[in-house]
């Protein structure tokens, strides 16, 4: 069928184009033929790659084939149990990543449980309820309160039709609908107000309308589609890892080919030479590397979980550590998604109103005071307007059937439920924060008949009565309701709406709407028992203008402080909001992410770019608005494209597209719905925004850990190889035989290194800017502190080789000295390996963990020393005063000249490349 304009067509174009009839539907023959046609309403979950290729798939990077030629070759020498713990080590690596990529593709499966199961249409005339799924264009569907719109219908009919599509487009309140035709082009989403889509909620009224588009055809199967599409980024530490993996195959097949060589030409026995460059190169890869980044991935998740943030995928938790643009929904992430009066107008008087969320607790001032209900009858009437002339309802938690949260707060905003439309439920906590409330109006009021909002009136009134006779109290837009009202109240008195008092509260509406306000004019009528009510006409007429009220869905209140410190760590923060951008900006400003000349962009404005236009002011831009699925879609992949790292939070289905594709995506627990969730990296458990920060220092703590443990174990395997590698040049004989390089490599690679995955960070970790999306494993100079450090190990450990070998002449002595030394270096080293400046910056004993593993690794030595069977094993002797004396002088040399060599200015600073921007101007809270 030709895809057409439907939001342009009129309601008899429409049925003539889809084929229909308004009133009899399609009959179940032709209905079975387009099902033929267009296939079942349902969202298609792509090709699914079968579980067992997933898993074999974890088993192709290049890391992993190292390992496994070094199980091979730990099989050759005969160590079964060090083959034993890498072939362990693959396979645990290859579960967890098959479990992380299995779940990470549930988006889709979610994705249809948001379709209806049901829709109730009309065919050969009568209504009835079928499966959704066998919906098809041209059939007509009729809404209710409370139904999940089942296709994208073009409304035929709409009687105060309202859905929830936040969900979808980002809105933060129910849309209202209406049929009439929208005679515009290049509209986005949620700006075509005549189609309902497929997914969204009715809250309120009642529709009919005619299917468009059914399953991938839809708004939502787009979604789907873009899911489906999205790639998943590599993330830095994958690619570290495997820049590591390969560096590390090269020089260890090179320096290991070159000390057996040289070890042969010097006349060294070739088994011998063999037997020992295998062992070398087993040393100088790191078989347990994966196994301690996954150790200390899985303990910063474990941290992360107590600080409120869930992590699915554990490279995210790295990830975020180098995160540079945070692009943000405002809905329920930044704001509250609890719509409030912040500002009341009466009688040319504006009050403030303090309080926020559901929460009926706070006060209305004016000039800074409290006003005084008692005393002011214009307020005092606002309230009651803003009370009665409402169906919201304002509940406590574990009342009305609601579940009660635990907790010391009894008042926190948590125990606080409102039910019904946002918009009346603001009006309804600001009546109670002064003690107005429906159960208070109850006893005095008996509502009589209400009169619905509509579209055309784009009001609401409702007729109560009293002791004293009847009252119509009427809530709209400011403009149409003043077209209403011949009074005003006034210092107190009912006076005529003159236009200069209309004027003026013209002038006060628009102010607030200025200030990204939501404006509602509230009035009322005393009638008297003549006074007809049968329609809206008859009542709705001579009113008295109480006043105007301004709503917002406010900030949290940690957002401030969270966005300041991501902006101190150089991060960049980014709206990006299916509303306004009027509400956007104000927003924005409020929280310290527009500064002074950022720019914004709405929907159409992205639609008219190309991706080369965007990219030129992406960097520029801190908030979007009005913006579709595919709009955060092309935002994330600009700012990708620019060389950032893009953490995307959301919490709609809308998202799911741009979270997957970002670096790493951000779904909240609360609000957040399952698609969101399953396809995020990282899901916070509170909805915060102030969580992100401590994901982020977690993420940039976890990776200089993942440092500190890489500087450690390359640095000990250089000292390792070059100690051989020289001996060989200057046809020296072996000084480590291959059992004890394997044990070296045993004894002080584990514990230690893990010790150092969980240290401390340093105190600076959030001041500093993020590190660059492309900067190596190595950068930093941490290549030259690996290298210059490795050195002087194998100086030294030759050093005290050749001096025990040279005063003694006993070989083994000697060798016992140098494999002494080396394991002592290392142990040395790794309180070194803390601080990114020396070993006298930090507290040598402040991490209790690698204190107990340096001694456990002492602990093993020392059995190999004195322990007759294991001195045949190992090939050493017992060792005098004077031997360890030479052990230990020989193993500080390192540490001591690089940490002097550091305090006096040496290479090994801390310098980072900064990533700048604009930042925001400062905000008063």
Not at 524 to 543: C, F, I, M, N, W
Not at 737 to 744: A, E, F, G
Request: hydrophobic residues 45%; proline residues 5%.
């Amino acid at each position: 069928m030709e895809q057409k304009m439907w939001h342009r067509l009129g309601p008899r174009e429409l049925v003539e184009a889809l084929g229909s009839d308004a009133a009899s539907g399609l009959s179940a023959a032709e209905a079975a033929r387009r099902l033929a046609e267009h296939g079942r309403n349902e969202l298609a979950e792509g090709r699914r790659t079968p579980p067992i290729v997933l898993f074999l798939n974890q088993f192709k990077d290049f890391m992993v084939l190292v390992l496994i030629g070094a199980t091979l070759i730990s099989g050759l020498l005969g160590e079964y149990m060090d083959a034993a713990a890498i072939l362990a080590i693959i396979v645990l690596n290859g579960v967890l990543g098959f479990i992380q990529e299995y779940r990470a593709e549930q988006s889709l499966r979610s994705l249809k449980a948001l379709s209806a199961p049901t829709a109730r249409v009309v065919r050969d005339g009568t209504v009835q309820d079928i499966p959704a799924a066998n919906l098809v264009p041209g059939d007509i569907v009729i809404l209710e309160s409370g139904d999940r719109v089942p296709a994208d219908l073009r409304l035929l009919e709409a009687s105060s039709l309202y859905t929830e599509e936040s969900a979808l487009t980002g809105e933060s309140v129910p849309v209202e609908k209406s049929a009439r035709p929208i005679d515009e082009d290049g509209l986005g989403t949620g700006d075509l107000k005549n189609i309902g889509f497929m997914g969204t909620m009715v809250t309120r009224g009642t529709g009919r309308g005619i299917v468009i588009r059914t399953g991938m055809q839809t708004e939502m199967g787009k979604i789907a589609h873009m899911i489906e599409q999205a790639e998943e980024a590599e993330t830095p530490l994958q690619r570290r890892l495997a820049q590591l993996g390969k560096v590390l195959i090269a020089v260890a097949i090179g320096l290991t080919v070159m000390v057996v060589i040289a070890g042969i030409l010097h006349g060294q026995p070739a088994y011998d030479m063999f037997l020992a460059g295998v062992s070398l190169a087993v040393a100088a890869i790191p078989e347990g590397l994966p196994a301690i980044v996954t150790i200390a991935l899985a303990l910063g998740v474990q941290r992360m979980i107590r600080r409120r943030a869930i992590v699915r995928k554990l490279p995210s938790v790295e990830t975020l550590g180098c995160a540079t643009v945070i692009c943000s929904d405002k809905t329920g992430t930044l704001t509250q998604n609890k719509m409030t009066v912040t500002r009341l107008w009466t009688g040319g008087r504006t009050l403030e109103v303090t309080g926020e969320g559901y929460v009926p607790r706070g006060e209305v001032l004016e000039n800074g005071a409290p006003a005084d209900l008692k005393r002011d009858a214009a307020l005092r009437r606002l309230l009651q307007v803003a009370a009665l002339c409402n169906n919201a309802r304002l509940v406590r938690a574990g009342e009305d059937g609601q579940p009660r949260r635990a907790g010391r707060q009894a008042e926190a905003a948590e125990e606080w439920i409102m039910q019904g439309d946002p918009t009346e439920g603001a009006l309804i906590v600001l009546a109670a924060k002064l003690g107005v409330t429906v159960s208070s109006l109850e006893g005095l009021y008996r509502r009589e008949k209400e009169y619905p909002f509509d579209s055309e009136r784009k009001r609401m009134s409702v007729l109560v009565s009293h002791q004293g006779g009847r009252i119509v109290c009427t809530k709209g837009a400011p403009d149409l309701l003043m077209e209403q009202c011949a009074y005003v109240l006034w210092d107190g008195n009912v006076v005529p709406f003159t236009p200069s008092l209309r004027q003026k509260a013209a002038e006060a509406a628009e102010k607030m709407a200025e200030s990204a306000l939501r404006v509602l004019g509230l009035a009322y009528r005393d009638l008297r028992p003549q006074d007809p009510t049968d329609s809206e006409a008859d009542v709705e007429k001579q009113l008295i203008f109480v006043g105007l009220a301004g709503m917002i869905d406010p900030p949290r209140r940690e957002v401030l402080g969270a966005i300041a410190t991501c902006r101190q760590a150089g991060i960049k923060t980014v709206m990006i909001t299916g509303d306004h951008r009027l509400t956007a900006e104000a927003i924005a400003s409020q929280l310290g992410i527009l500064p002074r000349g950022g720019r914004s962009l709405d929907g159409r404005q992205l639609e008219a770019m190309t991706d080369a236009q965007l990219d030129r002011v992406v960097e520029d831009t801190y908030v979007y608005a009005r913006v579709a699925p595919e709009h955060k879609l092309r935002i994330v992949k600009a700012l990708q494209r620019k060389g950032h790292v893009v953490a995307m939070t959301g919490d709609g289905v809308n998202d799911a597209p741009a979270i997957k594709s970002a670096d790493i995506g951000i779904a909240m627990g609360i609000t957040g719905t399952d698609v969101s969730k399953e396809a995020s990296s990282l899901v916070l458990s509170d909805d915060n925004f102030a969580t992100i920060v401590a994901a982020i220092e977690e993420g940039r703590g976890i990776y200089e850990n993942i440092r500190k443990f890489i500087r450690y174990l390359l640095a000990s395997n250089v000292g390792e190889i070059l100690t051989m590698f020289l001996a060989m040049m200057f046809a020296l004989p072996l000084p480590l035989v291959p059992i004890q390089i394997l044990w070296v490599n045993l004894v002080t690679d584990g514990l230690p290194a893990m010790a150092l995955g969980v240290d401390q960070p340093e105190k600076d970790l959030m001041r500093q800017p993020p590190r660059g999306s492309r900067e190596s494993i190595f950068a930093r100079r941490l290549g030259w502190k690996i290298i210059s450090r490795g050195l002087l190990i194998g100086l030294c450990t030759l050093g005290a080789f050749v001096l025990t070998l040279r005063s003694s002449g006993d070989l083994q002595r000697a060798q016992t000295v140098a494999f002494a030394t080396l394991v002592m270096a290392q142990l040395i080293h790794v309180f070194d390996c803390r601080s990114s400046r020396s070993i006298f910056h930090r507290n040598l004993l402040e991490n209790r963990w690698l204190v107990l593993a340096v001694l456990s690794s002492l602990a093993l030595m020392i059995p190999v020393l004195y322990v007759e069977p294991l001195q045949a094993i190992f090939k050493t002797v017992p060792l005098g005063f004077r031997d360890w004396s030479l052990v230990f002088v020989a193993a500080g040399i390192p540490t001591f000249v690089m940490g002097i060599g550091s305090v006096l200015g040496s290479p090994g600073s801390r310098k980072r490349r900064r990533i700048t921007y604009g930042g925001p101007r400062p905000v008063s809270s």
